[in-house]
């Protein structure tokens, strides 16, 4: 499975990004697709997953209410609405995959792509 995330960019408080995820290869494999940031310094953090076939979601409680991700079987893609941005969430956005909808460890990582909020 190979993961190619994009749609960073630089934003201002407030503003909002769409990030996508398409997946290829044994794409047919993944059962679970998250969304994790790393900031500056500081150790890489959940932000929020999926469940590929149910599509069942789940948070981390600074961005509920603000994300949304969401997935298109068909395109084999998944997105991450990030609306109400705070420089907070400054980093570099990955996307990770795993064949087992369990699982809290991801087999598969896309390159990541940089989300800066800032005025």
Partial sequence: VQ???SGGGLVQ??????LSCAASGRAFSIKKLGWFRQ?????REFVATIVWNAGTTRYDNSV????TISRDNAK???????NSLEPEDTGVYYC???GDVWSQSYDYWGQGTQVTVSS
């Fill in 3 to 5: 993961l190619q995330a």
């Fill in 13 to 18: 408080p407030g503003g909002s990004l769409r």
């Fill in 39 to 43: 900031a500056p310094g500081k150790e």
């Fill in 64 to 67: 509920k209410g603000r994300f």
């Fill in 76 to 82: 084999n893609t998944a997105y991450l609405q990030m």
């Fill in 96 to 98: 990770g995959a795993t």
